[in-house]
């Protein structure tokens, strides 16, 4: 079913060394249109590999192509059509939303009509319009959070990479920032995220990948992964464990 | 060892910690600089002792019978270093008021706050006489070296200072606090900090302008008038000046009296500190909505929108304007010298052109590390689709625009007097903040813009760069205004500093 949909994000043979191996050799693939979700302990290398394909962190090694576009030799054609947002909202509290994005969307050079009549939709789905011209340095972390998300909308990336978005965030903002990217989605946007809360991973997730030791351990959709452990009936939680354990016990 | 709990055991703590945070501003985190940094400072002292030599060596046979003009240009030059010295300490207790830090940990714990905080205060006392007694050490070695060891006393009276220093700024930021609100307390208590170790120098700048119409102190100290109005040499108001010239009795009399006064301001103000923390701690900020000029997206390139966000950032922080702009308060005695010149019609520019100039870059070391350094949203602007290299073109180009706008109005009256002198204004003054800038990126690190006030302590070797190649540009700038080819000697010091800089600055990784 893959082999139709046009390739999103691949990385071959992925590589990044700081006092020891953080990623190691990892080959990824993700197609248009799909809701990926990176899992992993602390220290597996999902944040480096992240950072690496937004374009933060240099590779030690290896290539990476988004939308076909090659991002080591290309970056500024990959970040184009590309978005990043970490758990850790960074904005510019003397900025309001509206001229956040007005930033984002200069940096990005959208076309002001467009970006401006993006920026009034993001503020509504997200609920930020009481707030759209208050300063930010008032906001509380969920409101930081859902403006650095629009600030990532606002140029209408093909790519969303998010690590750890909903941490922090109470349950009315984690599930606005879910449906807006379940939204993305469904207009053929793809994302890839990471998260420690894996009843988001089981829900909202096309498929899975399991890092550990900055190695891909497995793949695939739930019931792949849960076939693969080799007991079916099982939450991601036991699948999870029993992949990391299976990989600690290899290593 | 100490019992947990106790104040030896605090204070073994928090020297760990001090010791530890003076390691890694040393090496910054790296023990392959440490070898590096080693070489820095030995160049450094070198650097400094031969400098002091050049500025003290013919005070050395000053003794205690010396005449009442020794005894004012000393104590004077004990109270220009003591505001210096009470503006830091007033920053550091500012800083230990507002850092959250450990605050919870401390306040949750079984062990008594007031041991904690008085041992915190200590500290930052320790912190002051510290860089006190490291930054006079030349001079006093130099003094020592040629006028003999009576000399050496000088360390206890620097040490002194010290302490009487933290005590008033303990007693200064506790008075701001109880009158103003924990609010508004740090951004007054560090304008006054700021004004305290600036006024004293501009007052005697002003007084200089006025009575012999250059910017030396020099010529306010001796003036007849002053020299007349002063206490006579027996009074207790020597006894600082008379202590430096190793009098035993008022050197014991001067570091006795200092400690018990930081003795008394650590037991009073330690019991309320806790409370004072914790309401800095819960102070939030003021929802601001913000009026927008126009209606709609502005057409923009990136480069554009990435300088008008500096613009806009510093525009809207007054602590950071006043923090950045406290620079132009040294300003002030050229621009009274300028109006003077003009008034009287006499040549001041060799003393003019490089104080302007030394502003200049100090002013922009200070944005520059704004611009480079504290970019809130590091993420954003690195994953934008723009080369890093415009982006670094579009901040630098953000503060020469700052600089452009402050140092204009300047170059423009000097334009009407003289067009040369203008010109070697303009050439110092892109020099000047052209290297602070250079000497910024080289030092870049990732930071928070509220961070700005710890821009000094994070890197001092950027500090100590950034200030003497101000000072190589402006005396560049002096000697050329005074049309002698000497100026390619400090031109040259200048450019080495920049090599050296780049010799020592952390390499760039991805």
């Known amino acids: 079913m893959n082999a139709s949909r046009p390739i999103a994000l691949s990385t071959r043979a992925l590589s990044k060394r700081f006092d020891r191996p953080a990623v190691d050799n990892l080959d990824l693939t993700i197609y248009g249109g799909e809701f990926y979700c990176l899992l992993g302990p602390n220290g597996a290398g999902k944040t480096t590999t992240l950072r690496m394909v937004a374009g933060l962190l240099r590779p030690g090694g290896g290539g990476i192509s988004i939308d076909g576009i090659d991002a080591l030799a290309d970056p500024v054609a990959a970040k184009q059509i590309t978005a990043w947002l970490s758990d850790e909202p960074m904005i510019y509290d003397k900025l309001t939303p509206y001229e956040y994005l007005e930033f984002v969307a200069g940096l990005w050079r959208i076309d002001t009509k467009a970006a401006e009549a993006r920026t009034r939709e993001l503020i509504g789905w997200l609920g930020l319009e009481r707030q759209a011209h208050e300063r930010c340095e008032s906001f509380s972390k969920g409101t930081r959070q859902k403006v650095a998300l629009a600030g990532a909308l606002v140029h209408d990336p093909k790519l969303i990479i998010l690590d750890e978005p909903l941490t922090g965030l109470d349950a009315g903002s984690a599930r606005q920032v879910k449906n807006v990217l379940r939204e993305r989605v469904a207009d053929g946007g793809t994302v890839i995220m990471t998260t420690h809360i894996l009843e988001v991973a089981e829900r909202m997730a096309d498929r899975i990948g399991v890092i550990a030791n900055g190695r891909l351990i497995a793949e695939g959709t739930l019931d792949e992964l849960r076939v693969k452990t080799g007991a079916a009936a099982t939450s991601l939680e036991d699948t999870f464990l029993a992949l990391v354990a299976n990989e600690s016990a290899a290593a | ?510």
């Open chain 2, 1 to 510: 060892m100490s019992a947990p709990g106790t104040l030896m055991w605090l204070a073994g703590h928090e020297a760990r910690l001090g010791w530890r945070d003076w390691t890694s501003l040393m090496t910054a985190g790296g023990r392959t600089r440490a070898r590096n940094a080693a070489i820095a400072i030995v160049l450094f002292a070198v650097f400094m002792h031969l400098f002091a030599y050049w500025i003290v060596k013919g005070y050395a046979d000053a003794s205690i019978g010396s005449d009442t003009s020794t005894l004012v240009a000393i104590t004077t030059t004990l109270l220009l270093s003591w505001s210096l010295l009470l503006s830091q300490a007033m920053e550091s207790v500012t800083r230990a008021f507002y850092a959250r830090a450990d605050l919870d940990l401390i306040l949750t714990s079984p062990v008594s706050a007031r041991k904690v905080f008085a041992v915190r205060m200590g500290r930052i006392a320790i912190g002051a006489v510290a860089i006190a007694v490291l930054l006079a050490a030349p001079f006093i070695d130099v003094l020592a070296l040629r006028g003999g060891v009576r000399w050496l006393s000088a360390y206890g009276v620097v040490a002194a200072m010290g302490a009487v220093a933290t005590a008033f700024a303990l007693a200064l930021t506790v008075a701001l606090f109880r009158l103003v609100g924990p609010k508004r307390t740090r951004l007054i208590a560090q304008i006054v900090a700021a004004v305290i170790g600036a006024a004293f120098v501009i007052g005697l700048q002003v007084m200089a302008i006025f009575s012999g119409g250059t910017l030396s102190r020099a010529t306010a100290l001796q003036s007849q008038w002053l020299l007349a109005h002063v206490p006579d040499m027996n009074s207790i108001v020597w006894w600082p000046a008379r202590a430096m010239l190793g009098d035993t009795v008022a050197l014991t009399a001067i570091i006795v009296a200092a400690a018990a006064l930081l003795g008394v301001a650590i037991a009073l103000f330690s019991a309320r500190f806790g409370d004072h923390a914790q309401a800095a701690a819960g102070v939030g900020s003021a929802t601001v909505r913000q009026r927008r000029g126009s209606l709609g997206f502005r057409r923009r390139s990136p480069q554009r929108v990435l300088r008008q966000k500096e613009w806009t950032l510093l525009i809207r922080d007054p602590w950071l304007i006043s923090q950045t702009l406290m620079q132009i308060l040294y300003l002030l005695p050229p621009a009274l010298l300028l109006w003077v010149t003009f008034r009287n019609g006499t040549d001041n520019y060799v003393v003019l052109i490089p104080v302007v100039v030394m502003a200049a870059g100090q002013l922009a070391g200070g944005l520059a590390w704004l611009s480079i350094s504290g970019e809130d949203a590091p993420d954003l602007v690195a994953t934008a689709p723009i080369l890093a290299g415009r982006v670094l073109r579009a901040k630098v180009e953000a503060v020469i625009g700052v600089i452009a706008l402050v140092f204009a109005p300047v170059i423009a009256v000097l334009c009407f007097d003289s067009v040369f002198a203008a010109l070697i204004a303009a050439l110092g003054i892109l020099g000047s903040a052209g290297a602070a800038t250079l000497i910024q990126l080289c030092f870049r690190v990732q930071a928070r813009r509220s961070q700005f006030r710890r821009r000094q302590t994070s890197s001092r070797i950027a500090t100590f760069a950034e200030a003497f190649s101000s000072i190589a540009w402006a005396a560049t700038a002096a000697m050329a205004a005074a049309l002698t080819w000497f100026a390619l000697a400090p031109a040259m010091i200048g450019l080495l500093i920049l090599a050296g800089v780049r010799w020592i600055s952390p390499p760039r990784q991805a």
